[in-house]
């Protein structure tokens, strides 16, 4: 099938589900396209252990041709990761830089190793063999939030502005903390000989700082560069084809993507917005940005449900997969509830803070994404297993249930 036909019939499905879903069904789009793909694909899979294996066998091999770890990773991600921190108001994430900044780096490394610890331990009572730095790489994949899903949930019953740069800044510099994080992991799982502990900070600082760097020097140029164009569809498309270049620039030269594009995004939004661009092309750009954010979102989450199609289960990898999707939510409040506890004295009073920041700390396409990196295998196929229950468990429990949460925020 060629990569034309691909993407229509993605596109396609994507349009029929949306379209179901918000005449008839009104759940948050991105929930209501992953739960539809997925639903359809359990009913393939059973339709083939029925005899029928020529559907199964057709729409496992289309999911199969698509490279979800290269789509996501050196295409969407630039792309959703710029339009969210678009969002962010500097004045707020200033005023609650403390506990953002914990949570988004000292919680996210604690959250990688804990969950590796007992995941490790977990596994010898199964009796697999997983080295810990393999743990660490599903650690570090997990650890990081995906609040795509749950920050359009806050918008639409009208969450408190605080606690919403709260939630979506942490998850913005998570993400970039958690890529880099898994990075420096893989090279140690797969190094091919001893890895100094000097490397290994020399790569997670050249990946983060160097990350954070270049995002603000880009965002600085970029506002340069449009401030004397004048012409709104011209800064629309320049600031498109220029985060997608400035995404790939930064691949290229191994230092964090992620880490650049939530950077750039929060100067472009917030440094003489109103110099830089008209108040037209500023609403227009901010439409624009937020409709991509919402294509690519429906997309991503369309092929998350059908991904199930490739991920191998068996009654040992169930038993383990619930037992982690346990583990990652008490860890994930532990990491949250202790820092925030602790910086109650300097920090901004939000009800409910904790617990919305613990259940609403969904995973999503970045996770699985990660795990798919990694090279065929056995370790490859656990860590997959794993990482896709927690992200099916967080986006169709998690991401359903944590309007009420959201409510009492805001009493």
Known sequence: MSLFNTVAIILFIAMVITYINHRFIKLHTTIATMAAALIVSIIISLLNHIGLHEYHHEVREFVAHIDFHKLVMNFMLGLLLFAGSL???LTQLKQQRLEIGVLAFVSTIASAFIIATVLYYLLQLFGVPMGYAYCLLFGSLISPTDPIAVLAIFKQVGAPKNLETAVSAEALFNDGVGVVLFIT???VAFGGGHVHAGDVIWLFCR????GLIYG???GYILCVLLRPLRDMKLEIMF????VIAAYALAQSIEISGPLAMVAAGIFVANFRRHETLLPLSRHYMENIWEMIDEIL???LFLLLGFEILVVNYDWTKIIVSLCVIALTLLVRYLVVALPMTALRPW??????AISILSWGGLRGGLAVALALALPAGEIRSWILALTYAVVVFSIL???TTIKPLVRLSRR
């Open 347 to 352: 920090r901004q009073k939000i009800p409910y």
């Open 397 to 399: 429990v998690q991401g």
């Open 87 to 89: 969002t962010i108001d």
């Open 297 to 299: 979102n429906t997309v």
């Open 185 to 187: 992991a893989y090279h």
């Open 207 to 210: 990946e983060a700082i160097g």
């Open 216 to 218: 603000i020097v880009f």
């Open 239 to 242: 600031s498109i084809i220029m």
